[in-house]
């Protein structure tokens, strides 16, 4: 019966932004905001109560992996109960990786894509294509992608020898094309033909346990990578993103690239900042439900990470959302640890536990908390000021966050279908209580109400200049 109401007013709540936090009331007609303000009138609308809670932008996760074949399997969270779960944690936009392969057309890799995310995203998605060759065709359906589809940003892989790494004349071309054309580049760096040789002799030599996936990936691969992702940047004079930044080698390339003027920007996850690489030593394999690549880091590292965020050399928390089931999937890599599928479910606690973490234990403030799960993503891929902010004229993508609740995270409460959480246990304070995107409810008061197939595609604008 809600979805019936045009008109909303999220009435006494504390609005917080990338740039302001303030009291006041926010008007929502036809799924867009248009008025902010204290005190304003709820004559035929909906009234919210967001008294004692902050009203949030809904988060912009940019890196998810739903229903995506991976390391001999497919994960075990798709765009039905991946975007339920995002729902639940905050997030009201991901943007997903589409896999392409070499020879296949690069339409019918996007259409693949659709037909995952259509007629089951609850919240809006948009798609970054990895690309895994560059020939003239390639470039010519890469620069089509761009205005038809409304897909402004190319993953490439410099890690996963013989599956999706390609070499650097591939990554340089993309850089050359994402310039001219005015897109952003992402890359996954670490040093794959290196690892591949780490990884070989390690099993040689008997080494078969989850920890042997962290110790054959070390930090100096991924600093160089990203050295070198960096570089070629910087001769192409183009744009780069870096996923998933773990350690303190990779943050002074970062640093010292935009110290330097370069566009050159970078994202870290959850569970870098959070996890170290202990937990691979969890016995009874338990190490394998830590396995993701990059690898948890020493400890030591989440000083950097933070203090990267904190300064804005690094700009963006995405989650890495690539789910495998321990049992029957992490469970491949028993007896070979180059077998464990990559990756573990964040997609749901990535938001709450930036503010638990984050915010509340006085790290961040709440401002660079908004900037970092919603902005700055929307900003460096297109959809802002559509999304990411609270602004008259945006998508009334909302969350309504209690900062006081605390909770226990666990695979015994959480929405993801994977069948074990990477932080169970763990306290957090706050809670999104009620999720809205574009106007409507797709959480009420901790109660999913959302529909499968609600959540539209977004089509993004080409890349802009931002610190
Ligand atoms: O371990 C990870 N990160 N899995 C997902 C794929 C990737 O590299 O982002
Ligand atoms: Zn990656
Ligand atoms: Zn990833």
């Known amino acids: ?25 926010v008007f929502i ?37 739903l229903d995506m074949p991976f390391g001999g399997t497919v ?61 003239d065709g390639v470039l010519e359906q890469l620069v089509g992608v761009i205005d038809e589809e409304g897909i402004t940003s190319f993953k490439i892989f410099m890690a996963y020898k013989g599956t999706l790494q390609v070499d650097d004349d591939t990554l340089y071309k993309t850089l050359v094309m994402a310039r001219r054309h005015g897109a952003l580049v992402m890359v996954h760096a670490e040093n794959g033909d290196v690892i591949d040789l780490l990884t070989k002799q390690a099993l040689d030599e008997g080494k078969t346990d989850p920890i042997y996936h962290a110790l054959t990936r070390p930090q100096q691969l991924e600093g160089e990578a990203t050295g ?69 880091r020493e400890k030591w590292n989440q000083d950097a990470l933070w203090n ?8 963006v928390i995405g989650s890495d959302q690539c789910s495998f089931n321990f049992k029957g999937q992490k469970e491949l890599g028993r007896g070979n640890f180059a077998k464990i599928p990559n990756g573990g479910p964040i997609i749901e606690d990535r938001f709450s536990l930036m503010y638990s973490e984050g915010v509340d234990k006085g790290r961040i403030t709440i401002n660079q908390f908004v900037d970092m799960v919603s902005t700055s ?10 999304k990411g902010t609270i602004a008259v004229g945006s998508d009334a993508d909302l969350v ?61 604008r080409r890349f802009q200049a931002t610190r």
Not at 270 to 288: H, I, N, R, V, W
Not at 308 to 315: D, T
Request: hydrophobic letters at 40%.
């Open 1 to 25: 019966m809600f979805a019936e109401w045009e008109k909303k007013l999220v009435r006494r709540g504390t609005v917080v932004t990338a740039d302001a936090t303030y009291a006041a009331d």
């Open 400 to 460: 309504i966050f209690d900062p006081k609740v605390k909770r226990t995270i666990s695979a015994g409460t959480h929405h993801m279908r994977v069948d074990y959480s990477a932080f169970e246990g763990m306290e957090v304070t706050g809670e999104p209580v009620s999720v809205l995107v574009r106007g409507e409810f797709v959480v009420r008061d901790k109660t999913f109400v959302g529909k499968a197939g609600s959540g539209k595609y977004v089509r993004r």
């Open 29 to 65: 007609e036809d799924g867009v905001i248009r008025l902010i303000g204290e005190n304003l009138p709820s004559e035929g609308c909906e009234v919210v109560d967001a008294a004692g809670k902050y009203v949030f932008p809904g988060g912009i996760d940019p890196h998810t992996h």
């Open 308 to 315: 990267g965020l904190k300064s804005g050399q690094l700009q």
């Open 75 to 135: 994960t075990i969270d798709d765009f039905d109960s991946g975007t339920v779960a995002a729902a639940f944690g905050g997030t009201t936009t991901i943007i997903d990786f589409c896999l392409t392969s070499k020879g296949q057309p690069i339409r019918e890799a996007i259409g693949t894509w659709h037909g995952k995310a259509n007629g089951k995203a609850v919240i809006d998605y948009g798609f970054h294509l990895m690309v895994s060759e560059i020939n």
């Open 377 to 386: 993503a929307a900003k460096l891929f297109g959809l802002f000021p559509q």
């Open 228 to 296: 070198r992702a960096i570089t070629m940047t910087e001769l192409a004079d183009s744009q780069l993103y870096v996923v998933h930044v773990t350690c303190a080698d990779a943050m002074a390339k970062i640093a010292e690239a935009r110290s330097r003027g370069l566009r050159v920007y970078g994202e870290t996850c959850p569970q870098y900042l959070l996890l170290d690489q202990s937990a691979l030593k969890k016995p009874d394999f338990e190490g394998a439900k830590y396995v993701w690549s990059p690898p948890l």
